[in-house]
């Protein structure tokens, strides 16, 4: 699974999960750049909120501290013999 399908499968599953840990982890990051966003601009709530880089990076973090669930459906493997 891709980034974007781990994101909607959480979502669709484990909403209440995923929305704290996500305002988590953007409270923390937005804390941490006090002037300049991770992209070099002015680091304002506005900004943040329609920032891809920092959005990506929210993301990124989110699927991280959420790998413990374990529950991202298992892959087929395209080299396994029926």
Same mark, same amino acid.
């Given at each position: 699974? &891709?980034?974007?399908?781990? !994101? *909607?499968? /959480? @979502? &669709?599953?484990y =909403?209440?999960?995923? =929305?704290? *840990?996500?305002?988590?982890? #953007? %409270? #923390?990051?937005?804390?941490?750049? $006090?002037? !300049?966003c @991770?992209? +070099?601009? $002015?680091? *304002? +709530?506005?900004?943040?909120?329609?920032?891809?880089?920092?959005?990506? /990076?929210?993301?990124?973090?989110? $699927?991280k501290r959420?790998?413990?669930?374990k529950?991202?459906p298992?892959?087929? %493997?395209? %080299?396994?013999?029926?």
């Open positions: 699974m &891709n980034k974007k399908q781990k !994101i *909607t499968f /959480l @979502v &669709n599953n =909403y209440p999960t995923w =929305y704290e *840990t996500r305002r988590k982890v #953007e %409270d #923390e990051l937005s804390a941490k750049q $006090l002037i !300049i @991770v992209c +070099g601009r $002015l680091a *304002t +709530g506005m900004h943040e909120a329609h920032c891809r880089k920092f959005r990506e /990076l929210v993301d990124s973090e989110t $699927l959420l790998e413990y669930l529950v991202f298992k892959e087929a %493997d395209p %080299d396994a013999k029926p």
